[in-house]
């Protein structure tokens, strides 16, 4: 028996559970991913024990001589995965990474310009509870109603009449490429500032697969564990300019000490990301996605704009006589994991909306292919065609546990990394 299990059998037995899911069931959730092993185990590491705030070479503890190693590595290898000037490892996640870009270049009830949340934009872009939404004067943009694309003659407009200090770009359910270059050009016509968060498909820029933001904004933001691949943190990329006020914003601004086990997984995570392979990885990613989404669609179900560029996309339920939360529960009972989302111009409730976000970055990471992308996309029809059929669901459940067999996650049953 190891040390958990002996010491505490109720934790072991629910972290032992989630390792037999992660490893049955088909994770679509579009932010998801599995980190490999020896990010786990960074992250389970005596790292967690240290405290250690303050920057390397400049902190308020003792001690700090190793951390202070793996800091810089950090550093320097989110600089060169994205050829940014100057790089911020320490936001524990990707709000913490916005909150801080926030401090640095707003004062309280300054104009800023983000994607709307219903419309596929993410809470820290001005969502009214969010501290965004508290504390600055957010203007939301939106999709074009015909096409479901950024609408930029939306985004000029809305610019012009509020001369926002600050433009967000970026989101967490938009299935198509985003055009930094547009935003930059608006930005600095009416004189703000560009923050893109690519938290979404910051592996994908990794990858080289979707335009790099970094040319473009004066601040990038990032979470580490979607398309990324490292563990559950954040990440802020910029201007050499801003390194000073961003550091001071994220320490002691946002936070207190940074969580060094997790910083010593993102430095993993960045070396993984500069490898051969995972280029490939983040092409079969989006090549997933397009062969998925094409089945969906040859099934009869609708996609918002019509298809995805990108690792995700948006199926409106409706159009087969469902709600979200329903498909997310028939779903879930064939063992596929997925979230229901709102859609543009969505006319139900964000507790049930009209749609939900499908992703395969975990899939893709497991070694799934198109093939099995097919395979995949059937099932979601047949499931969703037959919402109250429980024998089908079971059955369809059972096929995708054998196939799982075939594509171990890289933990396989097992609930840590360590020995
Ligand atoms: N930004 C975007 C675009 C996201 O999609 C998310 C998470 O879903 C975040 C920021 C926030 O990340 P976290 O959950 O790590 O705070």
């Given at each position: 028996?190891?040390?958990?299990?002996?010491?505490?059998?109720?934790?072991?037995?629910?972290?032992?559970?989630?390792?037999?899911?992660?490893?049955?069931?088909?994770?679509?959730?579009?932010?998801?991913?599995?980190?490999?092993?020896?990010?786990?185990?960074?992250?389970?590491?005596?790292?967690?024990?240290?405290?250690?705030?303050?920057?390397?070479?400049?902190?308020?503890?003792?001690?700090c001589?190793?951390?202070?190693v793996?800091?810089?590595?950090?550093?320097?290898?989110?600089?060169?995965?994205?050829?940014?000037?100057?790089?911020?490892?320490?936001?524990?996640a990707?709000s913490?990474?916005?909150?801080?870009?926030?401090?640095?270049?707003?004062?309280?009830?300054?104009?800023?310009?983000?994607?709307?949340?219903?419309q596929?934009?993410?809470?820290?872009h001005?969502?009214?509870?969010?501290?965004?939404?508290?504390?600055?004067?957010?203007?939301?943009?939106?999709?074009?109603?015909k096409?479901?694309?950024?609408?930029?003659?939306?985004?000029?407009?809305?610019?012009?009449?509020?001369?926002?200090?600050?433009?967000?770009?970026g989101?967490?359910a938009?299935?198509?490429?985003?055009?930094?270059?547009?935003?930059?050009?608006?930005?600095?016509?009416?004189?703000?500032?560009?923050?893109?968060?690519?938290?979404?498909?910051a592996?994908?820029?990794?990858?080289?697969?979707?335009?790099?933001?970094?040319?473009?904004?004066?601040?990038v933001?990032?979470?580490?564990?979607?398309?990324?691949?490292?563990?559950?943190?954040?990440?802020?990329?910029?201007?050499?300019?801003?390194?000073?006020?961003?550091?001071?914003?994220?320490?002691?601004?946002?936070?207190?000490g940074?969580?060094?086990?997790?910083v010593?997984?993102?430095?993993?995570c960045?070396?993984?990301?500069?490898?051969?392979?995972?280029?490939?990885?983040?092409?079969?990613?989006?090549?997933?996605?397009?062969?998925?989404?094409?089945?969906?669609?040859?099934g009869?179900?609708?996609?918002?704009?019509?298809?995805?560029?990108?690792h995700l996309?948006?199926?409106?339920?409706?159009?087969?006589?469902?709600?979200?939360?329903?498909a997310?529960?028939?779903?879930?009972?064939?063992?596929?994991?997925?979230?229901?989302?709102?859609?543009?111009?969505?006319?139900?409730?964000?507790?049930?909306?009209?749609?939900?976000?499908?992703?395969?970055?975990?899939?893709?990471?497991?070694?799934m292919?198109?093939?099995?992308?097919?395979?995949?996309?059937?099932?979601?029809?047949?499931?969703?065609?037959?919402?109250?059929?429980?024998?089908?669901?079971?059955?369809?459940?059972?096929?995708?546990?054998?196939?799982?067999?075939?594509?171990?996650?890289?933990?396989?049953?097992?609930a840590?990394?360590?020995?």
């Open positions: 028996m190891n040390p958990l299990q002996q010491q505490d059998p109720e934790i072991w037995d629910a972290i032992q559970a989630e390792a037999v899911r992660q490893q049955d069931g088909l994770e679509m959730i579009a932010s998801e991913n599995y980190t490999s092993l020896p990010i786990m185990q960074a992250v389970g590491s005596v790292l967690t024990n240290k405290y250690a705030e303050g920057y390397p070479g400049k902190r308020y503890y003792g001690g001589e190793h951390v202070d793996v800091e810089t590595l950090a550093i320097e290898r989110a600089k060169k995965l994205f050829g940014a000037e100057a790089a911020n490892v320490q936001p524990h990707g913490q990474a916005n909150t801080a870009v926030y401090l640095s270049c707003l004062e309280v009830g300054d104009s800023v310009l983000g994607l709307d949340l219903a596929g934009g993410h809470l820290t001005g969502m009214k509870l969010n501290i965004s939404g508290r504390l600055y004067n957010f203007h939301s943009y939106g999709v074009d109603p096409n479901h694309r950024l609408d930029f003659d939306q985004i000029v407009s809305l610019a012009r009449e509020h001369k926002p200090k600050l433009i967000v770009a989101a967490s938009y299935p198509r490429e985003i055009p930094h270059d547009r935003f930059a050009e608006i930005a600095e016509e009416v004189g703000a500032k560009l923050m893109v968060d690519m938290a979404h498909y592996g994908l820029v990794a990858a080289g697969i979707h335009n790099s933001p970094v040319p473009y904004a004066d601040y933001t990032t979470t580490t564990h979607k398309t990324l691949r490292g563990p559950r943190s954040g990440l802020i990329l910029c201007k050499e300019e801003h390194l000073k006020l961003v550091n001071r914003n994220v320490f002691p601004g946002t936070q207190g940074p969580l060094m086990h997790v010593a997984g993102k430095a993993i960045f070396a993984e990301a500069m490898t051969a392979e995972y280029k490939v990885y983040g092409q079969s990613v989006v090549d997933n996605a397009k062969t998925l989404a094409e089945t969906l669609m040859a009869g179900l609708r996609l918002v704009s019509g298809g995805t560029d990108n996309m948006l199926v409106d339920v409706t159009a087969v006589g469902l709600g979200g939360k329903k997310e529960e028939v779903l879930d009972a064939c063992g596929i994991t997925v979230n229901m989302n709102m859609i543009p111009f969505d006319e139900r409730r964000p507790a049930d909306p009209s749609g939900i976000r499908i992703g395969t970055p975990a899939l893709t990471t497991r070694g292919g198109t093939e099995e992308m097919k395979r995949v996309g059937n099932w979601i029809v047949k499931a969703l065609s037959s919402p109250d059929d429980g024998a089908l669901h079971e059955t369809i459940r059972e096929e995708i546990r054998v196939m799982c067999d075939a594509f171990p996650v890289p933990a396989g049953r097992v840590t990394a360590q020995p």
